[in-house]
């Protein structure tokens, strides 16, 4: 029985993954931190809204077996790029060193298809300089997956989100882009799961996330 720390767990991904791990039987506690509470509850769950702009009163809580890192912003809910960026990796990083310097084991991280620290896209390069930063971190064992566009239930409406999936969704039926297949955030969830249970370190990306699942 393991303990799991999430992060990111208030949205598409996390949701899911959250009610999977309360549902395994490989997990026996589960401590999410969040920026705001998810009104979820469960015997197994401890969750402890923090402020992750200080470091000093959370430390204590990135304790476990395996630390699940699910956060993620968008532009526009973040407003500008500086937002975004200290949301997708300074957040996501500063737990991951903590946890390392705690003594976590395993490491799964959510990135994105396309993360290169070099690109001249901001999105894709801000993904890859985390990818980067984390594989050199002490854990013993560190999984990044790197799907393609995902979907599910969202709090928020994307209308550009919607009209993209149902063109990617009519290319895969005719046959075209097929590498590049949207993924449920519940299987996206559900691998983040089953590649815990391996010892690796790995970047997956998103033709293999469906063998994983």
Request: net charge positive.
């Amino acid at each position: 029985m393991k303990k799991a720390i999430v992060i990111g767990s208030t949205g598409m991904v996390g949701t899911q993954l959250i009610d999977l791990l309360i549902n395994s039987n490989e997990y026996s506690e589960i401590v999410s931190l969040v920026r705001r509470p998810s009104g979820i509850t469960h015997p197994k769950l401890s969750e402890h809204p923090v402020d992750f702009d200080k470091i000093e009163t959370w430390t204590r809580f990135v304790k476990g077996d395996v630390l699940f890192s699910c956060m993620g912003t968008t532009i526009a809910q973040a407003k500008t790029k500086e937002n975004q960026y200290k949301i997708d990796y300074t957040y996501q990083y500063n737990v991951a060193e903590t946890a390392s310097a705690n003594g976590v084991q395993t490491y799964v991280l959510i990135s994105s298809a396309g993360a290169n620290p070099k690109s001249t896209v901001f999105y894709s390069k801000m993904k890859g300089q985390l990818d980067e930063a984390v594989l050199k971190l002490p854990f013993k064992n560190i999984i990044i997956l790197r799907p393609d566009q995902l979907y599910g239930n969202r709090t928020e409406k994307r209308l550009g989100e919607k009209v993209g999936l149902s063109v990617m969704f009519f290319l895969n039926r005719v046959g075209i882009l097929r590498k590049h297949k949207p993924i449920h955030a519940r299987e996206v969830a559900q691998a983040m799961i089953n590649v815990a249970e391996n010892t690796q370190t790995a970047i997956i990306t998103s033709g293999d996330i469906f063998k994983l699942i």
